[in-house]
């Protein structure tokens, strides 16, 4: 399924954050780079309605009203994402507003824990988990919704190496296209598309190989990053 | 009574239904406090040492259960030691210790998505209009955040310590409040990405 942004932009207050971005996407993989402040997070709140655009319109498909119901979307933070104070009552809260039969709503959080090796939290208190621990069981709450297009704004930036590789792997098993936001250049070398956003414009839109050297070197010209 | 909550098991007490416990707990707390005698408390004091047993708990636990509330303890017994006599101050302060273990054994063995269900079952009679749902995810808010709002305090604290601010209460609250509030926003977005409505 495409995701449509027709001449979009978002204004706060006389601040335009983003101007008139036009772009459809339909790659598996899909990297956003930028400075900080060039209005990446922006960009992809638009994706599941946590932004709406102050003009211009954003499609899923064929929908354009109730983007939650197709886009997960997962932050930085994991202290923040995780609310309840079970893992598995954190898994069920996602599903609560989908009003699902009980004994569906158990066999989703099974099945994803056990996907994401996980199982063995399962009857764990969020509150001590580690940052990687959670940050996996927040990728759990958004996965038990069952989307079919996650976005995450910078998933790695709070975890450690280890824990940074076990997220990106278990990121590039999800069958579900995604998009992701991150100042980890590495992370996003195998993608299959790279958008840079400066000044709220899309900078450059490529393949990795052409647009990551690109970027770097405007950072060396600036004497940034 | 609300430090660090449930503490999984499998005891007949764990497995007790929520509404039955917090009966029991009414019950217990009103005999306690209503019948003001000596044999009443060493019985009171005995049933938390039976529940604490059956579900599988020591006397850390019932600690971690009163320590929160040592200093006002502290402050009631020396307040009736002075006003009163020694024997008074003394049951006083072991009455009120037995009514918080009591409590936190509740806590202890029953899980925060129990209670908000047993609350939202005494709500189900409750008008349309109440807002159910959002009433059982505050309830879980507040358990979830607790916990996390003293590790944010402790940080606080450490972080001021390190720059020498540690008496000062603006240097403690402001950095607490601002972080509080920022995480509350952060929260409410997660939750809004998760949810349909
Ligand atoms: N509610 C708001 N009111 C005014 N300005 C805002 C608001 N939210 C964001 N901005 C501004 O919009 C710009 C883009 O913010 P955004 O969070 O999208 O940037 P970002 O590229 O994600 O940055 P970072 O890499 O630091 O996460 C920033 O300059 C920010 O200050
Ligand atoms: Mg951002």
Redesign the pocket.
Known sequence: MTMRFDRVSVT??T?E?LSEITLSLNEHRVGVI?H????????LRLFNGLEKPSSGTVRFGETEDDLRHHVGFMFQNPDNQVVYPMVEEDLAFGLKSRKLPKAEVAARIERVLSELSLTHLKDRLTHQLSGGEKQMVALAGVLVTEPELICFD?PTTLLDLRNKMQFMSALSTLPQPAVV?S?DLDLLAGFDRILH?ADGRIHADGKPEDVIPAYKALCEDLDEC | MLTDLYIPGDSLLHRARPAWKLGVLFLYCTSVFVISHPLMLAAGLALVALGYGIAGLGPRDAFTAIRPALVVLLIIFVAQLWLETLSLAAYVTLRLMALLMAAALVTYTTRASEFTEGILALLSRAPKWVPKDKIALAMSLVWRFIPMIRAQFDEVREAQRARGLERNMLALVVPLVVRTLKTADEVAEAITARSLD
């Open positions: 706060k207050g601040r954050i930028g900080n402040g060039s209005g990446k997070s922006t960009f910078e936001v100042h956003i």
